[in-house]
Protein backbone atom coordinates (compact mmCIF):
# COMPACT_ATOMS: atom_id res chain seq x y z
CA UNK A 1 0.00 0.00 0.00
CA UNK A 2 1.38 3.45 -1.06
CA UNK A 3 1.73 6.52 1.67
CA UNK A 4 -0.75 9.57 1.03
CA UNK A 5 -3.61 7.49 -0.74
CA UNK A 6 -6.70 7.22 0.00
CA UNK A 7 -7.84 3.54 -0.15
CA UNK A 8 -11.71 2.68 -0.84
CA UNK A 9 -13.07 -0.87 1.04
CA UNK A 10 -16.19 -1.73 -0.71
CA UNK A 11 -18.78 -4.73 -0.83
CA UNK A 12 -21.99 -5.98 0.44
CA UNK A 13 -23.03 -6.95 3.68
CA UNK A 14 -21.14 -9.52 5.64
CA UNK A 15 -18.13 -9.26 3.28
CA UNK A 16 -15.80 -8.41 6.28
CA UNK A 17 -15.15 -5.04 5.66
CA UNK A 18 -15.35 -3.85 9.43
CA UNK A 19 -14.36 -6.94 10.75
CA UNK A 20 -10.85 -5.91 8.78
CA UNK A 21 -10.51 -2.84 10.33
CA UNK A 22 -10.93 -4.34 13.76
CA UNK A 23 -8.41 -6.30 13.00
CA UNK A 24 -5.57 -4.05 11.65
CA UNK A 25 -6.68 -1.81 14.46
CA UNK A 26 -6.32 -4.16 17.55
CA UNK A 27 -10.05 -4.62 18.41
CA UNK A 28 -10.30 -8.30 17.30
CA UNK A 29 -7.47 -10.61 17.10
CA UNK A 30 -7.01 -12.61 13.79
CA UNK A 31 -7.48 -16.23 13.33
CA UNK A 32 -4.76 -16.78 10.54
CA UNK A 33 -2.26 -14.07 8.66
CA UNK A 34 -0.38 -11.18 9.62
CA UNK A 35 -0.17 -7.24 9.61
CA UNK A 36 2.78 -5.01 9.16
CA UNK A 37 3.42 -1.40 9.38
CA UNK A 38 6.15 0.49 8.59
CA UNK A 39 7.64 -2.99 7.95
CA UNK A 40 7.07 -3.96 11.54
CA UNK A 41 4.53 -6.55 12.75
CA UNK A 42 1.64 -5.63 14.51
CA UNK A 43 -0.98 -8.53 14.70
CA UNK A 44 -2.35 -9.54 18.05
CA UNK A 45 -1.02 -5.93 19.54
CA UNK A 46 -3.88 -4.41 21.87
CA UNK A 47 -5.40 -1.30 20.28
CA UNK A 48 -3.37 1.12 22.40
CA UNK A 49 -0.33 -0.75 21.01
CA UNK A 50 -2.08 -0.25 17.58
CA UNK A 51 -2.27 3.64 18.17
CA UNK A 52 1.35 4.23 19.23
CA UNK A 53 2.45 1.33 15.90
CA UNK A 54 0.58 4.94 14.05
CA UNK A 55 -2.88 3.24 13.84
CA UNK A 56 -5.84 5.37 14.36
CA UNK A 57 -9.47 4.27 13.28
CA UNK A 58 -12.92 5.93 13.34
CA UNK A 59 -16.35 4.39 13.90
CA UNK A 60 -19.53 3.99 12.15
CA UNK A 61 -20.99 4.42 15.07
CA UNK A 62 -19.74 7.27 16.73
CA UNK A 63 -18.27 7.02 20.49
CA UNK A 64 -17.45 10.33 22.02
CA UNK A 65 -16.69 10.69 25.51
CA UNK A 66 -19.83 12.68 26.14
CA UNK A 67 -19.13 14.29 29.53
CA UNK A 68 -16.23 15.95 28.29
CA UNK A 69 -16.47 18.91 25.98
CA UNK A 70 -15.66 19.01 22.34
CA UNK A 71 -11.69 20.64 23.30
CA UNK A 72 -11.39 17.52 26.19
CA UNK A 73 -12.50 14.56 23.49
CA UNK A 74 -9.29 15.93 21.17
CA UNK A 75 -7.05 16.33 23.85
CA UNK A 76 -7.52 12.72 25.08
CA UNK A 77 -5.76 11.69 22.30
CA UNK A 78 -3.12 14.05 21.86
CA UNK A 79 -2.29 13.33 25.58
CA UNK A 80 -2.64 9.71 25.48
CA UNK A 81 -1.37 9.13 21.61
CA UNK A 82 1.69 9.14 19.46
CA UNK A 83 2.02 12.98 20.75
CA UNK A 84 1.98 12.58 24.00
CA UNK A 85 1.60 16.65 25.05
CA UNK A 86 0.45 18.25 27.95
CA UNK A 87 -0.50 21.31 29.41
CA UNK A 88 -0.57 24.01 27.02
CA UNK A 89 0.78 22.10 23.90
CA UNK A 90 -1.60 19.77 23.91
CA UNK A 91 -4.87 22.24 24.40
CA UNK A 92 -3.19 24.45 21.69
CA UNK A 93 -2.81 21.19 19.13
CA UNK A 94 -6.37 20.40 19.93
CA UNK A 95 -7.31 23.95 19.31
CA UNK A 96 -5.26 23.27 15.84
CA UNK A 97 -7.64 19.94 15.24
CA UNK A 98 -10.95 21.61 15.84
CA UNK A 99 -10.26 24.44 13.39
CA UNK A 100 -9.03 21.86 10.87
CA UNK A 101 -12.39 20.31 11.37
CA UNK A 102 -14.32 23.13 11.40
CA UNK A 103 -15.33 22.72 15.37
CA UNK A 104 -13.61 25.62 16.78
CA UNK A 105 -16.80 27.53 17.60
CA UNK A 106 -18.20 24.10 19.66
CA UNK A 107 -14.89 23.37 21.78
CA UNK A 108 -16.62 24.06 25.22
CA UNK A 109 -19.57 22.47 24.51
CA UNK A 110 -20.09 19.00 25.65
CA UNK A 111 -19.27 16.09 22.90
CA UNK A 112 -22.64 14.89 23.89
CA UNK A 113 -24.81 18.03 22.02
CA UNK A 114 -23.22 18.04 18.67
CA UNK A 115 -24.99 16.99 15.90
CA UNK A 116 -24.68 13.38 14.54
CA UNK A 117 -22.95 15.37 11.63
CA UNK A 118 -20.69 17.46 14.06
CA UNK A 119 -20.22 14.10 16.19
CA UNK A 120 -18.76 12.67 13.19
CA UNK A 121 -15.97 15.39 12.65
CA UNK A 122 -15.45 14.69 15.95
CA UNK A 123 -14.57 11.26 15.58
CA UNK A 124 -12.46 12.51 13.07
CA UNK A 125 -10.46 14.88 15.06
CA UNK A 126 -10.19 12.48 18.17
CA UNK A 127 -8.66 9.67 15.51
CA UNK A 128 -6.18 12.42 13.99
CA UNK A 129 -5.26 13.51 17.47
CA UNK A 130 -3.04 10.62 18.22
CA UNK A 131 -0.74 10.88 15.51
CA UNK A 132 -1.21 8.41 12.81
CA UNK A 133 0.25 7.33 9.74
CA UNK A 134 -2.72 5.40 8.94
CA UNK A 135 -6.30 6.12 9.55
CA UNK A 136 -9.17 3.54 9.06
CA UNK A 137 -12.40 5.61 8.24
CA UNK A 138 -15.54 3.14 8.29
CA UNK A 139 -18.35 4.83 6.65
CA UNK A 140 -17.58 8.93 7.89
CA UNK A 141 -21.32 9.63 5.51
CA UNK A 142 -23.27 7.73 6.87
CA UNK A 143 -26.36 9.30 7.85
CA UNK A 144 -24.73 13.31 6.62
CA UNK A 145 -26.72 15.49 4.57
CA UNK A 146 -25.31 16.18 0.93
CA UNK A 147 -23.38 19.22 2.47
CA UNK A 148 -22.19 17.62 5.29
CA UNK A 149 -20.86 14.30 2.78
CA UNK A 150 -19.02 17.00 0.41
CA UNK A 151 -17.45 18.94 3.81
CA UNK A 152 -16.07 15.13 4.95
CA UNK A 153 -15.01 14.24 1.61
CA UNK A 154 -12.85 17.69 1.59
CA UNK A 155 -11.53 16.55 5.09
CA UNK A 156 -10.13 13.38 3.79
CA UNK A 157 -9.03 15.00 0.91
CA UNK A 158 -6.88 17.11 2.97
CA UNK A 159 -5.32 15.07 5.25
CA UNK A 160 -4.42 12.62 2.59
CA UNK A 161 -2.45 15.53 1.38
CA UNK A 162 -1.10 16.23 4.26
CA UNK A 163 0.32 12.69 4.06
CA UNK A 164 -1.93 10.64 6.50
CA UNK A 165 -2.70 7.02 4.20
CA UNK A 166 -6.40 6.67 4.46
CA UNK A 167 -8.53 3.19 4.15
CA UNK A 168 -12.05 4.38 3.89
CA UNK A 169 -15.09 2.17 3.84
CA UNK A 170 -18.60 3.58 2.43
CA UNK A 171 -21.56 2.52 1.02
CA UNK A 172 -22.14 6.40 -1.09
CA UNK A 173 -20.79 4.37 -4.04
CA UNK A 174 -20.16 8.65 -5.47
CA UNK A 175 -18.27 9.26 -2.51
CA UNK A 176 -16.11 6.38 -2.93
CA UNK A 177 -15.40 6.97 -6.80
CA UNK A 178 -14.57 10.66 -6.43
CA UNK A 179 -12.25 10.85 -3.55
CA UNK A 180 -10.57 6.89 -3.68
CA UNK A 181 -7.15 6.45 -5.75
CA UNK A 182 -7.72 2.47 -5.35
CA UNK A 183 -10.45 0.41 -3.85
CA UNK A 184 -10.81 -3.31 -2.99
CA UNK A 185 -14.17 -5.01 -3.39
CA UNK A 186 -14.62 -7.85 -0.38
CA UNK A 187 -16.91 -10.41 -0.88
CA UNK A 188 -17.85 -13.58 1.67
CA UNK A 189 -14.58 -12.03 3.57
CA UNK A 190 -12.77 -12.43 -0.21
CA UNK A 191 -11.31 -10.01 -2.21
CA UNK A 192 -12.98 -10.24 -5.01
CA UNK A 193 -11.36 -7.52 -6.94
CA UNK A 194 -9.05 -4.27 -6.55
CA UNK A 195 -8.30 -1.11 -9.07
CA UNK A 196 -8.84 1.84 -9.80
CA UNK A 197 -12.49 3.76 -9.67
CA UNK A 198 -13.09 3.02 -13.12
CA UNK A 199 -11.51 -0.48 -13.10
CA UNK A 200 -14.47 -1.07 -10.33
CA UNK A 201 -16.89 0.17 -12.01
CA UNK A 202 -16.71 -1.50 -15.10
CA UNK A 203 -15.86 -4.99 -13.94
CA UNK A 204 -18.39 -7.49 -14.48
CA UNK A 205 -17.77 -9.73 -11.36
CA UNK A 206 -17.93 -6.20 -9.09
CA UNK A 207 -20.98 -5.20 -10.56
CA UNK A 208 -22.97 -8.74 -10.54
CA UNK A 209 -21.86 -9.22 -6.69
CA UNK A 210 -22.46 -5.13 -5.26
CA UNK A 211 -23.04 -2.83 -7.89
CA UNK A 212 -25.90 -4.48 -9.47
CA UNK A 213 -29.16 -2.30 -11.15
CA UNK A 214 -28.72 -0.23 -7.52
CA UNK A 215 -25.80 1.78 -8.43
CA UNK A 216 -26.45 5.18 -8.66
CA UNK A 217 -29.72 4.93 -7.79
CA UNK A 218 -29.66 4.75 -4.26
CA UNK A 219 -26.76 2.31 -3.26
CA UNK A 220 -26.85 -0.90 -1.39
CA UNK A 221 -26.13 -1.20 2.77
CA UNK A 222 -23.59 -2.58 5.39
Known amino acids: MAT ?6 IGPNGAGKTTLLSVVSGSLKPTSGKIECHGKDITGLKSHQVIKAGVARTHQIVRPLGS ?23 ENAAQELLDMVGLAPYARVLASTLSIGNQKRLELARALATGPDLLLCDEMCGGLTNAETQTMLS ?24 VCERITVLNFGQKLAEGTPDEIR ?10 GKSFGKGEPGD
Open 68 to 90: LSVQRNVEVGIRFGRKRLSGAAA
Open 155 to 178: LLARIRDAGTTIVYIEHDMKAVMS
Open 4 to 9: GCIYGL
Open 202 to 211: NDPAVVEAYL
